[in-house]
């Protein structure tokens, strides 16, 4: 879930590492708090697309390795190549079956070969020429394998009543887009995107989990605000007061929001000679 570098905004550095640093404390705890959040919904689709014994898999911005184990654990495939930008938190000695590459997506030929699943998290959203990543990660899919591609989408507008949390997260994805060129406004466009980039069939979802006092999206983001605090200040739509409200808000049972969404979509490489 740890983006590769190459993207952002001037000034985010790394993928923002000013904000999001690998040796920072408690970064890989962040990551995990997203883990446990979200990976019994990623699980659960991987193994619907067909993951499972046979299967050579690529897990691109894998953080701290979660499903990439999983991957192996339970739905019981044959390999797992886990790329990230930095791989310190995927562990010293990966279990059978899991390689480990530290690498940038974003250059070209940064893995070599076809798998049967390319599974992406929480990483086109950070990064420019998003097209032409989708492209790229299509064609990594041997015939008959699957895409699928998981990130955020901002379910707050206009219309949505004002409460602490949204006035920060309002704050966040401005500041982010600003400093690291974090972008979710495009990702609804994903089924689009991968069938223009020659998939077929493709479907998409949406898992929003719910904001409730000790959760482990709440403290993802309370954890999040915190790291980011410099670019939603500097946005001037919200102070450190507002943000250490909406830090209280979302661990108590006061809260009544509802939490960004992550939208999971997916497409299959036709077999050879199909069509």
Not at 29 to 50: C, E, Q, S
Not at 77 to 105: C, M, Q
Not at 189 to 209: D, M
């Amino acid at each position: 879930m740890t983006p590769a570098p190459g993207g952002g905004a001037p000034g985010g550095g790394r993928y923002g590492e000013e904000f999001f640093r690998p040796g920072q404390p408690g970064e890989g705890d962040r990551i995990d708090f997203g883990a446990l959040a979200y990976d019994d919904i990623t699980m659960a689709r991987l193994r619907a697309v067909g993951a499972g014994p046979g299967w050579r898999c690529l897990d691109v911005g894998a953080g701290t390795g979660t499903v990439s184990r999983r991957l192996l654990t339970e739905a019981g495939v044959a390999s797992v190549l886990a790329v990230d930008r930095d791989v310190r938190f995927i562990g010293e000695r990966p279990p059978p079956g899991l390689d480990v590459l530290e690498a940038d997506i974003t250059a070209p030929d940064f893995v070599s070969g076809r798998f049967r699943l390319v599974h992406a998290r929480f990483v086109l959203m950070h990064l420019p020429e998003r097209d032409r990543l989708i492209r790229t990660l299509a064609e990594l899919v041997a015939p008959g394998g699957v895409l699928v591609l998981s990130d955020a989408v901002d379910l707050t507008s206009d219309r949505t009543p004002g409460t602490p949390y949204t006035a920060v997260m309002r704050a966040m994805w401005q500041g982010l887009r600003t400093t690291i060129g974090t972008d979710v406004a495009w990702v609804p466009s994903y089924p689009q995107l991968l069938r223009a980039a020659g998939l077929r069939p493709v479907a998409a979802e949406i898992h929003v989990p719910p904001l409730v006092a000790g959760s482990a999206i709440s403290r993802f983001w309370a954890d999040t605000w915190e790291r980011s605090r410099a670019a939603m200040l500097a946005t001037g739509l919200v102070d450190d007061e507002a943000i250490d409200l909406a830090v209280r808000y979302v661990g108590s049972d006061e809260c009544a929001a509802l939490s960004a969404g992550m939208l999971t979509a997916w497409g299959r490489r036709p077999e050879k000679g199909a069509g």
